[in-house]
């Protein structure tokens, strides 16, 4: 990042690095900061993969249908509204454990499948499959998304072709990924 600011004279705006953790994060900035100063570091978009698609959809999300003020489910919160579709769809929790059902989502959203995508060869993932799309039906309706939604709508912006997802294209020169061998297809 130094070098592409100091030797290259890359503006600093147009330069992103995402990493894992909020602490790795952390420290990238401050090292930056200490190589080109304190006010060409303020303008490198630092940050995790999901603080970085939850800054882009808050400004670019609409084109995706994510409204700015969209509310980020944590775990309970995905749990409890798992909970919930088990109930609305007459399905046992004992034998759809909530847990397992979120499992399941999320390793589909990290490979970017919604329900339509999703393979459903047996009566269990077609149960699964009945729940996910339910689930993502009431993120929907609740102006919500869950932590894997903020990669996964991230990415549909950017594949899309609306004029937010062609500025959103266009705004960085270069994308810094620390620990690239560790993403998941998502990222």
């Known amino acids: 990042i ?25 420290e990238l900035r401050a090292r930056v900061e200490q190589l080109v100063g304190a006010e060409l570091a303020r303008e490198v978009w630092v940050g995790t993969f999901h603080a970085t698609c939850a800054r882009i959809l808050r400004r670019w999300g609409k084109a995706v249908g994510v409204p700015p003020s969209f509310v980020i489910y944590d775990t309970q919160d995905q749990r409890s509204l798992v909970n919930r579709v088990l109930k609305e769809l007459g399905l ?57 939604d903020l990669i996964v709508k991230a990415v549909g912006l950017l594949r899309d072709d609306s004029v937010d997802a062609r500025t959103l294209r266009r705004r960085f020169d270069y994308v810094l990924v620390d620990e690239f061998q560790d993403t998941n297809v998502a990222q």
């Open 92 to 148: 046992d929790d004992k034998r759809y454990p909530p847990r397992a059902i979120l499992g399941r989502i999320g390793k589909e959203k990290q490979e970017l499948r919604g329900p339509p995508e999703m393979s459903a060869d047996s009566y269990d993932d077609q149960a699964v499959k009945r729940v996910f799309t339910r689930y993502e039906e009431h993120l929907l309706a609740a102006g919500a998304v869950d932590f894997d």
């Open 2 to 26: 130094a070098n592409l600011i100091l030797q290259e004279h890359v503006p600093a705006y147009r330069i992103r690095a995402v990493t894992f953790t909020n602490k790795a994060a952390g």
